[in-house]
């Protein structure tokens, strides 16, 4: 997908893309390109590809959430390279962001892309998310939280559910195993104070793969002993 069909596409589907975006996105590659040599952040580096799988797989979220009505915060937990938060904050300048990550290179990396991109309203934090979700200060604040790829349903629920203010929502961004992952999680999802809404199944174009937007709203806090230690839910997922 070189930069022209991914204009095409996201106004096919009626997501907000401009030329000062697509500015935005160009700049965004040349440093993703030009840092990875230097620390290891993602295996796509190719132009098509970080088109497709990287900036455009991260806003099909926008296909399923509507982020451009009202005000919205988001935390984006081990964004790694800044997926799916950075491409989301491109096409919604006014979405509110937070990225947490436990590799001190990879928020150093996200401090240069905020600067050159011009980007308001970011905030990158160097944290394990065990620790952070028990952070006061943020804790239960977060209108919508994302993950994408970061490890299992059950593990994610607990990492990312105790963020989501009550009536918010978690969007877990997965692969084709979705399903089976959504099912062995149920259990802790409740647990951690959230129902299922949705799981949206749809392919990515080019026969790049299957994914799933899955949407878990919070309806009850958290009990206060999750998220556990770090390390804990990796190893003994709920």
């Not at 556990?228 to 839910?233: A, I, M, N, Y």
Request: charged share 30%; glycine share 6%.
């Amino acid at each position: 997908m070189n930069p022209e069909e991914f204009r095409a596409e996201l106004e096919r589907r009626g997501l907000p893309i401009t030329d000062e975006k697509m500015t935005q996105f160009k700049l965004y590659l040349e440093l993703l390109q030009e840092w990875n040599e230097k620390i290891n952040l993602t295996a796509i580096t190719e132009q098509e590809e970080v088109y497709l799988k990287h900036f455009y797989d991260s806003l099909t979220a926008g296909l399923y959430v509507d982020f451009s009505k009202g005000v919205h915060s988001l935390c984006d937990v081990g964004s790694g390279a800044g997926f799916p938060s950075i491409p989301l904050k491109i096409l919604y300048p006014e979405l509110s962001i937070t990225i947490v990550d436990s590799l001190k290179k990879r928020i150093n990396f996200l401090e240069v892309v905020v600067d050159a991109l011009n980007l308001t309203d970011v905030e990158l934090l160097h944290d394990r998310a065990e620790t952070f979700g028990q952070n006061k200060q943020y804790r239960a604040t977060y209108d919508f939280v994302t993950a994408r790829a970061v490890a299992r349903m059950s593990v994610l629920a607990e990492l990312c559910l105790p963020l989501v203010k009550k009536g918010g929502s978690f969007i877990a961004m997965k692969a084709a195993h979705a399903p089976e992952e959504l099912k062995d999680a149920e259990k802790a999802i409740a647990t951690l104070g959230g129902k299922i809404k949705d799981d949206f199944a749809f392919e990515l174009p080019r026969e790049a793969g299957e994914r799933h937007i899955i949407m878990i709203d919070k309806k009850k806090e958290t009990p206060n002993k999750y998220p556990r230690k770090p390390g804990t839910p990796n190893k003994t997922p709920l």
